[in-house]
């Protein structure tokens, strides 16, 4: 995994560069007219942004304009998805939003910088992906139930990890514990990566790990993996049960991303945006690429997009304010 990334950056500079050749006999002159900016809330490299990439490479070729990407990073994808909330509604500065920004991160501030779910026009999802409940490859247990029965035989024994406080593995975390009935001591790690390394050296007993990141390891044997928390089983591990199979429903969650507009943008350059993200993300090559990095590519329609956010900031919210979570 480590050398993945750069190899997937190379390729949407292929896509984009292919993509030299616009459509303009194919597309009304209304939208767009001009370059169009994607801002990615994250680093340069990751699944998240390596998707916008692509994408933007494929929307180039379909609407005959520029999509460029622009990394704003910082508060937890925060930074980038205000710059998109302030901007003017017209189409032409874009954002590219998931779990931590657009459901989780505004939860978690006494003064979020935005509403989610008001300062938006969602448009499409792109793609979603699985948390995998893994443990150290030493823990005596092989499915959720008797990771369960063992912290129960041991209360407060048992350590989970995370990429931080307030990081979705952390309220997953928190999550299973209360709906398990358990007790587990969390440790926060700076990233995700900090956390497996603890995991295999023994140092911590579980974390909620993103498929993209924890599949190979899985693979490997260096962790352990008991559950997806995808509705479906993850095609990257398919052998792994959904929490649903292991007997832990409430763990249900998916990471996604996808394409966000600035609200009051008019509702037929959403379509259009929409029309043309449902034909990209069906790529052949975007999906190839994003099954790769175990990420699934999934278009929807804004009115799904919508949903999906209600129901992720509906839960988050919940799980925060339970379990009496800030970050303030």
């Known amino acids: ?78 930074i980038g998805m205000n710059v ?19 459901s989780v991160a505004p939860h978690l501030s006494k003064t979020p910088m935005y509403d989610p779910l008001t300062a938006f026009a969602p448009v499409s999802l792109a793609a979603i992906s699985s948390w995998i409940m893994t443990t150290r490859p030493q823990l005596p247990v092989s ?18 990890a995370s990429s931080g406080n307030g990081s979705a593995p952390h309220l997953i975390g928190e999550l299973f514990k209360s709906s398990a009935g358990i007790d587990m001591l969390h440790v926060p790690f700076k990233g995700e990566i900090d956390g497996f390394n603890a995991m295999m050296s023994g140092q911590v007993d579980m974390m909620m790990g993103s498929t993209s990141a924890a599949s190979q390891l899985v693979k490997a044997g260096r962790l352990k993996g008991l559950a997806v928390t995808t509705p479906k089983r993850d095609p990257a591990v398919p052998d792994l049960p959904t ?18 507009a600035p609200a009051g943008t008019p509702a037929p350059v959403v379509a259009r945006l929409a029309e043309a993200m449902k034909v990209a993300v069906a790529d052949p090559s975007y999906k190839e690429t994003m099954a790769k990095a175990g990420v699934i590519a999934t278009s929807s329609t804004p009115e799904e997009f919508r949903a999906l956010l209600v129901r992720h900031n509906d839960r988050w919210k919940d799980i925060i304010r339970r379990n009496n979570i800030s970050t303030d």
């Not at 692509?54 to 994808?77: D, H, M, Y």
């Not at 139930?145 to 350590?159: F, H, N, R």
């Open 143 to 160: 499915s959720v139930a008797e990771l369960v029965a063992l912290a129960k035989s041991q209360p407060g024994k048992l350590t989970f």
């Open 84 to 102: 998109v909330a302030r901007a003017a509604p017209d189409g032409y500065t874009l954002g590219w939003g998931g779990n931590s920004p657009m």
């Open 1 to 78: 995994m480590k050398n993945f990334f750069p190899k997937l950056l190379f390729g949407a500079g292929a896509l984009l560069a292919m993509a030299s050749t616009p459509l303009h006999a194919q597309q009304p002159a209304t939208y767009p007219i001009r370059s169009v900016t994607i801002v990615v809330p994250f680093t340069a490299g990751g699944a998240t942004d390596v998707s916008a990439r692509l994408i933007a490479a494929l929307l180039t070729k379909q609407l005959g304009q520029p999509f460029v990407v622009e990394n704003r990073t910082g508060a937890s994808g925060m």
């Open 243 to 260: 929490v649903t199979e292991a007997g832990a429903p409430d763990l249900t969650f998916e990471i996604f991303f996808g394409m966000l």
